[in-house]
């Protein structure tokens, strides 16, 4: 069919010239009404006519082409006009049919036809002509390019849009403008989606309006290959958009491939239709093929990224689907086809896209980690010298002051490492040589990021760190080596080296005027100094308040284990298996899955069997269910597991081997865990796990070198297994008897095996082995733990169901058992001789013994027994003879006659002593004045320790006797023994979990005496037993003493009612904390008491002081004496700490400042918004308390204190100023009742004003360059809430933000002091990797005043951000800083010098 005929269906003679000229004179923007005839003729045409149009006018642009130049037969526009075919007209039909299909609710058909009447418009444009003719309009031309977008239905689009919306949330606070900015483009959209519901179009359906859309592609493709756009670069613009959104228009089956293509329709999908239309665009016939790539790298930023881009506002978040996904990787795969076609004029670009990858990433670690494979892709393209720029650039971005960008950098750094390695020589520019190995992407990217602000960077540094171990790249493993090692050489940023680190080196430098260099250390001095930094560093982190940084850390000291980077030495391991026991239950489960790779990783290590033991035994008793669920399936799988039968003719396997070990570690090293590990075997039982086919295994293990690893095992499930070969048993009870090797653990445990299997002997058995143990203990040659157990397996063996029998057999044998050890001392102690040849050993293991049995059978033990071992204590008499007349009570024990015994037979007759008291209450009553005075002035340590022992459990089964006695036993927190102290503080904690003592009289202050106790181990296990073991119990406990302890600490008993206890003199001096000397201790005790209190505790403790100690000194019931100003300060003091405000109002909402949210969801928001309402209340209810109780005592108070000429003024004063700061305005509403003191304390705030003004303008505007490192440029950008420090002391477990130590903590008083300290240099480089801080608006080297230099502008001229980097010499100065600013301001010219001291500015204002 010729053209003219094709053109009928059209109706161009039809269409009334006025019609025509309308079209055009509103130039295409609305769609002109036709008469009713002619539109229905039209409407009726279908898509048959349109292809065979199509392809008349295919053909004959072909013909026009391959002739052209030729005597060709006449062009499509001659033939058009000698038929009357009006181009304007045909052009004004088509673009009728074009926005029919474009208005919203157009049905299938004309969304079908409008796509061909568009491919017909860009075929006519496409041939030559077209522009002589008239056919060409910009405005249509953009409206067919768009029709792909209208013509498609919205659906799939729709719910994009809606995930969008929500994951977008995952840009943190970032994403809160975005609703802002693009109002008007959601509610369009909405309305096309109201539209597009009410159309419901069929599989069938949709097939038509895609195939019509391939072929107005595919017309477009044609036109790009014929049709320039040099100057067209509006619709070149739009074009590269509507390519970019086709890539997501269908999947792609296959791999694309990029090439050159021949035909077009060989291109199977749409998305490969549109990678080639990009690529044609990217020729020189559309303009400069540099501005054309970089359009084209713009669109597919935001394809890499997988954000969906609108012409206005920010760009939201696709949901990370497999189509998405899939589009991101050949969109990246197509960037490397273009950077290897036009090699070196899309490398710069190809920087440019690099840098917006990474500055516009988002922080959701998923669209992190694809973002970074897609760098790392991109720069495999890069030449080596282009490469090392990139990373000259990355790591000045790893030092950003947004923290998704340092996190980002990491992630970058990791896809790095995993390329090859590029070699230095490969550098055609020498000075960029050194960013290539990855050694400097480890040490100078990598590890400088430990150091981090933000929690969140210093986790994944760590945690990327030991990742780099498992690297198959050999210099990045020794460039971790190099880190932690004190051997081999060292490379690190000269800018990062602190004074005082090389030899000789006075003045510091910074990386802009010392680039980088490797320095050659021939001294391993410093290298090994810096090692051991970097890995008590590391030990820090694992100490770290945030979690996520304590379990990267894990990782990291696990990783540097398993490879032999650091020393496999029992402080490294001891820190790994203390978190087993963190309070946050993610870093125990991380802990326990640490020790356990690393005992799979060095199972024949006996320290690391002995870390992880130490680790998952204890967590066997965790108060969470999961980790305990851990633990037991750890020790199931190493330990019961690997119970095989044994055979002497064949060997262990490694399993076996650690199993073995690890059970020989329980029986002797780590015998304390051996309660925990009893309670994982009551966990098991409960499971059926001990099968008779475990028990045989077991048994065979008795007689193998690993014996007591087998004894150990069968001691716990001996218990719960109804069957057992007894035979067996007995018969290695036979061996231990008649041998001579048996270990004492060992016995033990057979010991405990023969008590359990007593209920199934026979009586002839049983008497053999009562026989047994009998004569085994009248030998006295066991060991102590022996003799109890002993015992114990006695008391079982006769244990029956008549109490009366078993009463009987005890007195038998037991009391046989006393009268032996009653003659013995009788022996020793009535001999005139005896004490001269006395055998200390056996002394004390008859009075073991004695105290022992004594528990079984208390009607045998007599007074003569008694009075035998307290003249071990004493000295021996003839009235011991006589029995006739006792010694005195109000005696201590080392007050009696002195005799010859050593102390350690003394501190078991202690003991032995105690036993015999628990089952005479008589005997209580007689000795325990003797044990209290002893506390007071004995001499012997281990008496002393004793006798607390046995109060504190003398006062379990006779609390109302011993109740009496807590001070004195509590007097002992201030001993001068360690050991005392500490075993005082266990026993008293024990007492007061189970209630026996309450907290009366002076008990709790002697408590918060020991929070200060100068050796460090006793202060950290004080806190533990308060916060986490007593608080819990009596919450309320802190608070109902806190306005007690200000009297108690400054020995003040005048008040009426605090203070009022009774305690001696003695009593009173030890304990007091009065005087200026002890005030950091005093308020060390008052900050932790407050930093525990709820916000309510707070609020009623103000209150409580308003009345009972403002008041009392207002009212004059106080005297305002030395001692009374002394109170009066104090609690002013008290009432300034920042630690008494009430958290709701000086917290921050939604957590610290300065600190940015991993991530964030609605649940955050509202608790956000609720945090604000509830700050909002407490604030006016606090506001309303302290001008109702506090103002009318204040201005009482400073008129009495004005009267008496008081120092406390000051402090009043001062407390004013610090609770007037947020309500400055009002301070006239605050004190109307007195307008001097008002007037008086607006002068001081604004007095203060002006004194923190001047000291920030000071940092400010220093006009000596400070040189700083890029450390502290890294502590200052990022995040400005720094970690405060722990103590030197601390728990096993981290604990919550602690206060700092008592020399740290400083009042409002005592700033400007402490200020002046802090503004001194730091000198150690220990404290210069956490402590070091760049003055306030300093950068590098640069004063404040000094106009920046002019940074080269390699934006993609976008309004979302320009990024200005150093490209090196030919692109401008260098700079470490990436400056970052909005496309709407104007590149600053060259700045004038302004240079203005804060002293001529203070002139300045005061003249005005």
């Given amino acids: 069919m010729d053209l003219i005929s094709a053109l009928q269906f059209l109706r161009l003679n039809e269409v009334s010239e006025a019609w025509v000229n309308a079209v055009w004179d509103v130039e295409f923007t609305e769609r002109k009404p036709l008469d009713d005839t002619t539109e229905e003729e039209l409407t009726a045409s279908g898509d048959v006519a349109f292809r065979t149009l199509h392809q008349c006018l295919l053909a004959c642009a072909v013909d026009q082409r391959q002739s052209a130049g030729t005597n060709a037969p006449q062009s499509i526009w001659m033939t058009l006009g000698e038929h009357g075919v009006s181009g304007k007209s045909l052009v004004a039909v088509l673009s009728f049919f074009v926005l029919a299909g474009k208005a919203k609710g157009a049905n299938v058909q004309q969304r079908a036809s409008a796509l061909h009447a568009a491919s017909i418009y860009l075929l006519l444009l496409g041939i030559p002509g077209s522009i002589a003719n008239k056919v060409f309009h910009e405005v249509l031309l953009d409206t067919c390019l768009d029709l792909t977008s209208h013509c498609w239905p919205h659906d799939s689009g729709k719910k994009r849009k809606k995930d969008c919306l929500k994951s977008s949330q995952a840009d943190g606070k970032r994403s809160k403008p975005q609703r802002k900015d693009t109002p008007e483009m959601e509610v369009d959209g909405a309305e096309e989606e109201e539209e597009e519901e009410q159309l419901h179009f069929s599989g069938q359906d949709l097939m038509k309006i895609r195939d019509a859309v391939v072929l107005l592609v595919q017309s477009l493709l044609r036109l790009l290959q014929t049709f320039p756009l040099k100057d067209r670069p509006q619709s070149a613009s739009n074009c590269t958009q509507i390519f970019s959104k086709l890539l997501y228009f269908e999947p792609v089956i296959g791999e694309l491939t990029f090439a050159a293509v021949q035909d077009i329709t060989k291109l199977r999908c749409i998305p490969e239709m549109a990678f080639y239309g990009l690529q044609l665009l990217c020729s020189p016939k559309h303009g400069d093929q540099k501005e054309s790539l970089r359009k084209v790298f713009h669109r597919l930023l935001y394809v890499i990224l997988m954000m969906n881009k609108g012409p206005r506002g920010k760009p939201s978040l696709l949901v990370p689907s497999q189509a998405v996904l899939s589009t991101r990787d050949q969109a990246v795969h197509f960037v490397c086809h273009l950077v290897d076609e036009l090699k070196e004029l899309a490398l710069p670009l190809l920087q440019i896209l690099l840098q917006h990858i990474c500055f516009q990433m988002v922080e959701k670690s998923e669209l992190r980690s694809y973002g970074a494979q897609a760098v790392g892709m991109l720069t495999s393209q890069m030449t080596s010298t282009d490469y090392a720029c990139f990373i000259k650039w990355l790591y000045n971005f790893s030092r950003h002051t947004k923290m998704v960008h340092r996190l980002f950098s990491v992630d970058v750094v990791m896809v790095l490492l995993e390329q090859p390695e590029r070699r230095p020589e490969e550098c055609q520019d020498p000075e960029f040589a050194c960013f290539l190995p990855h050694k400097f992407l480890i040490q100078s990217l990598l590890f400088a990021r430990r150091m981090d602000n933000s929690p969140t960077v210093q986790g994944h540094a760590l945690a990327c760190l030991a990742h780099c171990l498992e690297l198959p790249s050999l210099n990045a493993t020794r460039a971790v080596h190099n880190l932690f090692s004190a051997t081999g050489t060292q490379t690190v940023l000269e800018g990062e080296i602190t004074e005082g680190s090389l030899s000789g080196q006075q003045t510091q430098k910074t990386y802009r005027t010392l680039p980088f260099r490797t320095v050659e250390i021939s001294s391993t001095d410093g290298s090994s100094c810096d090692a051991k930094e970097n890995l008590a560093l590391l030990l820090r982190r ?30 490294n391991l001891a820190t790994l298996s203390e978190r087993c026991r963190d309070p946050a239950v993610s870093v125990k489960k991380k802990a326990l899955q640490c020790v356990g790779e690393l005992l799979a990783a060095k199972p024949e290590c006996v320290v690391v069997q002995r870390a992880w033991l130490q680790g998952v035994v204890p967590a066997v008793v965790d108060s969470e269910n999961s980790v305990q669920d851990k633990a037991l399936e750890a020790l199931d799988q190493v330990l019961l597991s690997q119970v095989k039968p044994y055979s002497a003719s064949r060997h262990l396997d490694a399993a076996q081997r650690l199993t073995w070990g690890l059970l020989g570690l329980l029986c002797h090293e780590c015998q304390d865990l051996s309660r925990y590990f009893s309670r994982a075997f009551t966990m098991w039982s409960k499971q059926n796990k001990f099968t008779p086919t475990f028990i045989t295994s077991l048994i065979s293990h008795t007689e193998a070198e690993h014996a007591a690893g087998a004894w150990l095992l069968l001691s716990k499930v001996v218990a719960s297994s109804p069957r057992l070969p007894y035979s067996k048993i007995l018969d290695a009870w036979d061996n231990m008897m008649s041998s001579k090797d048996v270990t004492v653990t060992t016995c033990l445990h057979i010991l405990c095996v023969m008590g359990d299997i007593a209920a199934h002997l026979n009586e002839d058995t049983k008497d053999r082995i009562v026989n047994d143990l009998m004569s085994w203990l009248k030998t006295f040659t066991l ?10 397996t006695l008391y079982q063996l006769g244990c029956s169901e008549d109490v009366s029998q078993t009463q009987a057999f005890l007195n038998r044998h037991c009391g046989e058992l006393v009268s032996v050890c009653e003659t013995y001392l009788a022996n020793i102690i009535l001999s005139e001789r005896g004490a001269q040849n006395l055998n200390e050993e056996l002394m004390v293991k008859h009075l073991h013994t004695l105290g022992v049995v004594s528990l079984h059978c208390p009607a045998k033990v007599g007074k003569r027994t008694v009075l035998l071992v307290e003249s071990v204590l004493t000295t021996h008499s003839d009235k011991l003879a006589e029995c006739q007349e006792e010694l005195p009570a109000s005696l201590p024990l080392s007050q009696f006659k002195a005799n010859s015994l050593p102390t350690r037979v003394r501190a078991h007759g202690v003991i032995t002593l105690g036993k015999l008291c628990l089952q005479h209450e008589e005997l209580v009553q007689k000795y325990l004045p003797v044990f209290a005075r002893e506390l007071e002035v004995g001499t012997e340590v281990a008496v002393r320790n004793n006798v607390v022992v046995i109060m504190c459990d003398l006062c379990v089964r006779y609390t109302n006797l011993v109740d009496r006695y807590i001070p004195n036993i509590s007097a002992c927190l201030r001993d001068d023994e360690v050991v005392i102290r500490e075993q005082t503080l266990i026993m008293l904690t024990n007492l007061l979990q189970e209630e026996f003592v309450k907290w009366k009289g002076s008990l709790f202050f002697r408590f918060m005496v020991a929070l200060v106790d100068p050796v460090p181990a006793i202060a950290s296990l004080c806190e533990y037993c308060l916060l986490h073991l007593l608080l819990k119990k009596n919450p309320e406990m802190f608070s109902q003493h806190f306005i007690e302890c200000i009297f108690h600490f400054n020995s003040y008993s005048k008040h009426k009612s605090y203070n009022k206890f009774p305690q001696s003199e003695r009593e009173r001096v030890r304990f007091s904390l009065k005087g200026v000397q002890h005030r950091e201790k005093r308020f060390w005790i008052y900050r932790f008491l407050l930093e525990h209190f709820t916000d309510a505790q707070r609020f009623n403790i103000t209150n409580k ?17 030395a001692d009374g100003a002394e109170i009066l300060s104090e609690t002013f003091n008290i009432l300034s700490l920042k630690e008494m405000k009430l958290q709701a109002i000086s917290s921050p909402a939604g957590g610290a400042a300065g600190e940015e949210a991993e991530e964030e969801n609605m649940a955050t928001m509202a608790k956000v918004v609720l945090q604000a309402a509830q700050k909002k209340v407490v604030s006016q209810v606090q506001k309303k308390a302290f001008i109702e109780n506090t103002v009318p005592l204040i201005i009482s108070l400073k008129s009495l204190l004005e009267q008496k000429r008081s120092p406390v003024l000051k402090d009043l004063m001062a407390y004013l100023q610090v609770m007037m700061q947020g309500y400055r305005n009002e301070v006239k509403e605050f004190f109307s009742g007195d307008e001097q003191l008002a007037a008086e304390l607006e002068f001081a705030l604004k007095t203060a004003e002006k004194e923190r003004e001047m000291e920030e303008q000071m940092d400010n505007c220093s006009l000596t360059a400070d040189a700083r490192t890029p450390a502290a440029e890294r502590s200052v950008q990022g995040s400005p809430i720094r970690p405060r420090p722990f103590l030197p002391f601390s728990f096993a477990t981290p604990q919550p933000p602690r206060p700092n130590p008592p020399s740290a903590r400083l009042t409002h008083t005592d700033k400007r002091v402490h200020r002046s300290r802090q503004e001194e240099p730091v000198q150690s480089k220990s404290l210069a990797l956490e402590g070091t801080v760049m003055p306030k608006g300093s950068v590098n080297d640069r004063a404040i005043s000094t106009p920046k230099g002019v940074g080269v502008n390699l934006s993609f001229d976008e309004g979302v951000s320009a990024i200005f980097s ?17 496309n709407e301001q104007q590149a600053p010219g060259r700045r004038q010098w302004n240079v203005l001291s804060p002293l001529r500015q203070k002139k300045k204002s005061s003249k005005v």
């Fill in 1366 to 1382: 150093d490209q090196g010499p030919s692109l401008g100065g260098e700079t470490s800083v990436l400056h970052v600013r909005s």
């Fill in 783 to 792: 060991s102590l733990e022996v003799i109890s157990a002993a015992v114990e």
């Fill in 542 to 571: 694992i100490k770290d308040p945030k979690t996520n940084v304590r379990k990267s850390a894990l990782q990291a000291l696990v990783g540097l284990l398993k490879h032999d980077v650091i020393p496999m030495s029992w402080e």
């Fill in 1105 to 1121: 002081i308003n009345q009972n100690v403002l008041a009392c000194f207002a009212d004059e019931e106080l005297a305002l004496d």
